[in-house]
């Protein structure tokens, strides 16, 4: 669990008292460390989760860490959906369909913006009878080479000791 996943949830309202406890053990892990953060790490995962987020709150002014934004929350989500496109086998489409989900929950953000052309590539090649130049093996190709684009993109916003965090 790192800080844009527990933030993640804290924007849908849907934290748990474990979310906070992972989180506080894979901040010690990384480098970060404070009394509060360190009473945190012990809670119990069945902890009450009013008394867990006000220590949280308490780790969060303690070790100087910035609440990130939703929508910087968002753009780490899509990151990892990039990267999961780049290195691993998966439902490319349905991915592809994840970062435009992302793209329009941003209201059309410049930073995902290839992925609504990316949409557009794949509606066309379904429902596009001229389009016959789609196959299927252009269309992995297309959603590919975006993901390998939006890796480099998302990295430099993203502060790489959270992305490397589980």
Not at 51 to 67: L, T, W
Not at 90 to 116: N, Q
Request: glycine letters at 0%; one cysteine or more; a negative charge.
């Amino acid at each position: 669990m790192n800080i844009y996943e527990l933030y993640t949830k804290k924007y849908n309202l849907n934290e748990s008292a474990e979310d906070y406890v992972k989180w506080a053990y894979n901040a010690l892990v990384n480098g970060y460390d404070s009394e509060q953060l360190r009473i945190l790490s012990s809670y119990d995962n069945n902890s009450n989760l009013f008394e867990v987020s006000k220590v949280f709150d308490k780790v969060i002014m303690e070790c100087n860490i910035a609440e990130p934004s939703q929508e910087e929350c968002l753009l780490f989500k899509a990151l990892r959906i990039a990267i999961e496109i780049r290195d691993r086998e998966v439902d490319l489409v349905e991915k592809a369909k994840e970062m435009f989900y992302i793209l329009v929950e941003l209201e059309y953000s410049e930073k995902l913006m290839e992925w609504y052309w990316v949409s557009e590539d794949i509606d066309a090649s379904k429902y596009d009878l001229s389009r016959k130049d789609l196959t299927e093996e252009k269309l992995h190709s297309i959603i590919r080479n975006q993901a390998e684009k939006s890796v480099i993109e998302l990295s430099k916003l993203i502060d790489d000791k959270e992305l490397s965090s589980e």
